[in-house]
């Protein structure tokens, strides 16, 4: 009797984990595809599944009410139910390069392609924005915090200022740094000093920053009352006291 009840509750097991959803997914042009998936699988493998059918890299995936799947953590059986409907949006793909790589991304999407170096070695969710010095990138997520990898020297390491990295607003790379808009109005800087990450000397200056550009080693930031400050390499642009005035 124990014997049979042993193998009763294996069998039981079994049908539970392969218990499957038939789902419809459907392009906004009408093209619709029928897709089988274990219930026990997450939004992300539904939504790998789907751009594989669909042949579209950058996907996200709509209910029947209008909720847009953006966890792909998030289980399918918590989610959705047999037979269930979706809408398939397709992103439009972005592509941005440094000196020796290049990166693919999608505004909303939850993974970045890249391929040369540098190269992550993971995806990040919610990317809002991305940017690159000649060696370096640095993402926007959804949250608004930043993320960034490559090679330190030009922008690629910002674990030491995370705190400081909230609320971004803007943010702009020169050849080797990259500085940053909070929505506070102030600027932060970080990556290789002689390209334009030392902002020490006009710190004080940076508040209420309305928008920051760069050359190769030189940072201009315009202020809201209209004045401008500049840092960085002088022969490029990061000293602007002749004309001041």
Same mark, same amino acid.
């Given at each position: 009797?124990?014997?049979?009840? &042993?193998? *009763?509750?294996?069998?039981?097991? *079994?049908?539970?984990?392969?218990?499957?959803?038939?789902? @419809?997914?459907?392009? @906004?042009?009408?093209?619709?595809?029928?897709?089988?998936?274990?219930?026990?699988?997450?939004? !992300?493998?539904?939504?790998?599944?789907?751009?594989? &059918? *669909?042949?579209?890299?950058?996907?996200?995936? %709509?209910? %029947?009410?209008?909720?847009?799947?953006?966890?792909?953590?998030?289980?399918?059986?918590?989610?959705?139910?047999?037979?269930?409907?979706? @809408? %398939?949006?397709? /992103?439009? $793909?972005?592509?941005?390069?440094?000196?020796?790589?290049?990166?693919?991304?999608?505004?909303?999407? #939850?993974?970045?392609?890249?391929?040369?170096?540098?190269?992550?070695?993971?995806?990040?969710?919610?990317?809002?924005?991305?940017?690159?010095?000649?060696?370096? *990138?640095?993402?926007?997520?959804?949250?608004?915090?930043?993320? @960034?990898?490559?090679?330190?020297?030009? /922008?690629?390491?910002?674990? /030491?200022?995370?705190?400081?990295?909230?609320?971004?607003?803007?943010?702009? !790379?020169?050849? !080797?740094?990259?500085?940053?808009?909070?929505? #506070?109005?102030?600027?932060?800087?970080? $990556?290789?000093?002689?390209?334009?990450?030392?902002?020490?000397?006009?710190?004080?200056?940076?508040?209420?920053?309305?928008?920051?550009?760069?050359?190769?080693?030189?940072?201009?930031?315009?202020?809201?009352?209209?004045?401008?400050?500049?840092?960085?390499?002088?022969?490029?642009? !990061?000293?602007?006291?002749?004309?001041?005035?």
């Amino acid at each position: 009797q124990n014997v049979a009840g &042993s193998r *009763f509750d294996r069998s039981v097991s *079994f049908c539970q984990l392969y218990t499957m959803l038939q789902l @419809t997914v459907a392009l @906004t042009s009408g093209r619709s595809e029928s897709l089988t998936i274990p219930e026990s699988s997450k939004v !992300g493998d539904l939504k790998l599944m789907a751009q594989k &059918s *669909f042949g579209q890299p950058f996907l996200r995936l %709509a209910t %029947a009410e209008g909720r847009v799947l953006t966890d792909p953590l998030e289980l399918l059986q918590n989610t959705l139910e047999d037979g269930d409907q979706l @809408t %398939a949006i397709v /992103g439009q $793909g972005q592509l941005l390069a440094t000196a020796t790589g290049f990166a693919l991304w999608c505004p909303g999407g #939850d993974r970045v392609v890249h391929w040369g170096e540098p190269d992550s070695g993971v995806s990040y969710l919610s990317v809002q924005e991305l940017h690159a010095t000649n060696f370096a *990138f640095a993402a926007i997520l959804g949250d608004n915090s930043v993320v @960034t990898w490559g090679a330190r020297g030009y /922008g690629g390491n910002s674990s /030491g200022m995370q705190d400081q990295l909230k609320n971004l607003r803007q943010i702009k !790379g020169s050849a !080797g740094a990259f500085a940053a808009i909070l929505n #506070d109005g102030s600027l932060v800087t970080w $990556g290789g000093q002689p390209l334009g990450a030392d902002s020490s000397e006009v710190r004080h200056q940076l508040k209420n920053v309305r928008e920051v550009q760069a050359t190769e080693s030189a940072f201009a930031a315009i202020l809201e009352e209209g004045s401008v400050v500049t840092w960085g390499n002088p022969n490029l642009g !990061g000293d602007s006291s002749a004309v001041q005035d």
